[in-house]
C-alpha cells in the first residue's frame, strides 16, 4: 500500500463517523417532516408526560386558602348555635380542602396529557415551529422550544391555558382568576451546550458535502493502494470499527450527562428520553453504516485469491453446474442467453453492484434492514447469474453434439 494510499484511507476512517454527525445535525435542522417524527413520540413518553403533569400544575396553581374558607364556615354556623367543638372540627377541614383541590388539579392536568389533545398540540407546536433542535444546536431563533445560556426549556403555555379551562368546567370557579405565570418546562441544562452548538454550526454548514467527500477519498486511496481488495477491505473495516468506537462514546456520553444533571432539570427521565430521541437516527446511522462496513469487507474478501474464498466459490460454481446439470436432464435450456451470460459475467456482475451502489446512496435515511435486503437481492442476482452462466457452459456441449 502505497504512502498517499495509506493516508487518503487513515483520513476516510477518521471522517466517517464525523459524516454522520453532519448528516444528522443537517438533517434533523432542516427536515421538518423528519424533525416532527422525531419528537412527536415524546409526547405519549411516560416520563415527559409525568414531567409535564407537574409542570403544568405548577403553572396554573390553584390555591384555595382552606383554611380561611372553612374558619368562615365555622363562624357562620357557630353564629347559628353549633356548639364550640363542631366548629373546631371543620376548621381542622382545611388542610384536607386544600388537598382535594390539589388533587382535583393533578387529575385534570394529567387527564389532558394523556390524552390525544395532548399529543395533538406537541406535534402542531414542533411542526409550527421545527426550529426547535436548530435552537438547542446553534441557539439561534424562538419558538416552543428555546435555549437560553445553555438551558432548554419547553413553552407548555398551550397545554396550562388548556387544563385552566378544564378545571372551570369541572366546577373549580377559582382556576378562571390564575393570573399568567413562568411556563416554561426545563428539558435539560449543560454548561457545554455552547461548546456543542459551535461544533453544530461547523457540522450544519459542512452539511451533506462531507459524506461525499468521504467517500470520494475512500475511493481513491483504495484505487492507488498496490493490492486494492486488500486495502478495500481494511477500509471498510477500519470504517466500521470507528463507527463502533462513536457508538461508544455516545453511551458514555450520554452516562456522563445523566449523572452530572444540574438541580434545574425538573425530570431526569425526561432529559434522557429527550437525550435518546434527539439521537435515535444518529444511532440509526451508525448501525447502518457499521453493517454495511462489516458487509462490504466480507464481499471484497470472499472474491479474493485466498484459500477460504477459492473454495467458497468453488463450491458455489460446483453447485451451479449441478443444478444446471439437472435441469438440462430435465428439459431445462438456457440457449444463446445462458452463453452470453457466461461471456458477459463479470461485467453484468460489477453492473448490479453499481445499480444496488445508487439504489443505496439514493435511499432516503437507510437502515440496517435496508442493507440487509439489498444484500439478500445482490446474493439473490448473483445465483440467477451462477445458474445461467453453468447453464450456458453445460448446454452447449450437447447442443453441439446432437447436431447433424
Not at 423528519?34 to 411516560?46: D, E, F, G, M
Request: proline share 3%.
Amino acid at each position: 500500500m502505497s504512502t498517499v494510499s495509506a493516508v487518503l484511507i487513515t483520513i476516510t476512517c477518521i471522517l466517517v463517523p464525523v459524516s454522520l454527525i453532519t448528516v444528522w445535525v443537517h438533517g434533523i435542522v432542516l427536515d421538518t417532516d423528519r424533525y416532527v417524527s422525531t419528537v412527536a413520540p415524546l409526547a405519549s413518553n411516560q416520563a415527559i408526560e409525568d414531567a409535564a403533569v407537574h409542570r403544568i400544575t405548577e403553572a396554573v396553581g390553584v390555591r384555595v386558602n382552606g383554611s380561611k374558607v372553612t374558619a368562615e364556615v365555622a363562624a357562620w354556623l357557630e353564629s347559628q348555635g353549633l356548639p364550640p367543638s363542631a366548629g373546631t372540627a371543620i376548621k381542622a377541614l382545611g388542610p384536607q380542602l386544600d388537598s382535594a383541590v390539589n388533587s382535583a388539579v393533578t387529575k385534570v392536568a394529567t387527564r389532558f396529557v394523556e390524552s390525544d389533545r395532548f399529543e395533538t398540540v406537541w406535534t402542531e407546536a414542533n411542526r409550527a415551529a421545527h426550529s426547535a433542535v436548530d435552537h438547542a444546536l446553534t441557539g439561534q431563533g424562538r419558538g416552543a422550544v428555546e435555549v437560553s445560556e445553555g438551558t432548554v426549556t419547553l413553552n407548555v403555555g398551550t397545554a396550562v391555558e388548556t387544563v385552566k379551562k378544564d378545571l372551570v368546567n369541572a366546577g373549580i370557579s377559582p382556576a378562571a382568576k390564575i393570573p399568567d405565570v413562568n411556563k416554561q418546562m426545563v428539558l435539560f441544562k449543560s454548561d457545554k451546550l455552547e461548546k456543542i452548538q459551535d461544533a453544530a454550526h461547523l457540522l450544519d454548514v459542512l452539511g451533506n458535502w462531507l459524506p461525499v467527500v468521504t467517500v470520494v477519498l475512500g475511493a481513491i486511496g483504495v484505487l492507488l493502494a498496490r493490492r486494492r481488495r486488500r486495502a478495500l477491505v481494511t477500509t471498510t473495516l477500519c470504517a466500521a470499527l470507528a463507527c463502533l468506537i462513536l457508538a461508544i462514546g455516545l453511551v458514555i456520553a450520554r452516562r456522563y450527562y445523566l449523572d452530572h444533571l444540574p438541580a434545574q432539570v425538573q425530570s431526569p427521565a425526561a432529559a434522557a428520553a429527550v437525550f435518546d430521541t434527539l439521537l435515535r437516527f444518529l444511532r440509526a446511522s451508525i448501525r447502518t453504516t457499521l453493517v454495511l462496513g462489516v458487509v462490504v469487507a466480507i464481499g471484497a474478501y470472499l472474491s479474493g485469491a485466498g484459500r477460504l474464498p477459492r473454495a467458497v466459490r468453488g463450491t458455489s460454481e460446483r453447485t451451479a453446474d449441478s443444478a444446471a446439470r439437472w435441469g438440462g436432464a430435465h428439459g431445462v435450456r438456457t440457449g444463446k442467453v445462458g452463453t452470453w451470460v457466461d461471456a458477459q459475467r463479470r461485467w453484468l456482475t460489477i453492473g448490479v453492484l453499481l445499480v444496488l451502489a445508487l439504489v443505496f446512496a439514493l435511499w432516503n435515511h437507510p437502515t440496517v434492514l435496508t442493507v440487509l435486503l439489498l444484500v439478500l437481492i445482490l446474493l439473490a442476482v448473483l445465483a440467477v447469474l451462477a445458474l445461467l452462466a453453468a447453464t450456458g457452459r453445460n448446454g452447449e456441449p450437447k447442443e453441439r453434439a446432437g447436431e447433424p
